[in-house]
């Protein structure tokens, strides 16, 4: 009808439907033409808006340094004090939705440190706006941070955060999400049991609610669970699910590969060959996505298997170029994991 200010709630709603659905490629399609409307307009709040929802669904097809030029966009094209003429009362405020997702990105790229400063700053500005949806959004992004730093106290801990406040405001699905994120914590920390069983709980309730929202990372995490507890052919099989889901989702894609090689070099009867090459295409995966990070663990991966295998200058040599990238978050189980690998392989 030429209405054309009236597209602007449309194409966002419907891009954050098909993100939601896991149908990444439909969601990035309508968050460009948000953004090419936006930019035609020239208004801050709806420019935000713009690079906001493209960042974010950036970040999760895989392509890491394009998130972080939208997400950093978006932070400095709109300052969070003035009033958004387009704030709807049920959704995330964009500009703590872009600190969130940022900070998820900068971890990706191999950046700990900023990630979790971004995190901290995300976190203390969504507690002081006292908006639900938004906090929610934050609290979602750093569970995630946590889990990827291997933090599992503070995962536990955000998870109950933000499953007290789903269950305060009525969030269903995102209370299954946090339950999941619980149960993964305490797996980690030893209570295998008790997290297995809200694991179980959380994934039926996903299943029940078709939510197609980062499946593919959530079967990796409970594949990883199953590898951590000395369950390799499970592990196997729920990977294989990930692997295999209609999701377009990339952000983890190095990550499953790794732990595909991972649970194969657990396996009764070990399958190094085979495992060797999972191992190697999660290499080229993290160095085509710009992923240091996760470049950093399929080299530890990569050099133990040699190491196991003799060829310990050719293990050194590969992770110490690796490690030797990284100029922050020393202090983090990678990058300390990474250190007394190399020294080990002196």
Known sequence: MGQTQEFFPVLYGLSQVYKTRGQLQRARALAQQFLALAHQHGEAALLLRGHYILGDTL????EFPAARVHLEHGLAVYDPQQ????????EADPWLGCLGALSVTLWCLGYPDQARQRSTEALALAQALAHPSSLARVLGDATYL???CREWARLQEQAAALRALAAAHGFAELHARATYRA???????GQVTEGLALVSESLETLQGMQSGDAQALRLAQLAEVY???????TGLQVLTAAMTTDTEER????GRSRLQGELLLLLPCPAPQQAERC???ALALARHQQAKSLELRVAMSLSRLWQRQGKRA?????????YGWFTEGFDTADLQEAKALLEALA
Do not use: M
């Open 314 to 322: 050719a293990a050194r040599a590969l992770l110490a170029s690796v």
């Open 146 to 148: 946590h889990w990827f």
């Open 227 to 233: 590898r951590s507890t000395g369950q390799p052919n």
């Open 59 to 62: 970040l999760w097809l895989g």
């Open 279 to 281: 191992l190697q295409l």
């Open 83 to 90: 009033h958004d003429p387009h704030a709807l009362l049920y």
């Open 183 to 189: 149960g993964l914590a305490l797996v980690k920390q």
């Open 251 to 254: 952000l983890d894609a190095a």
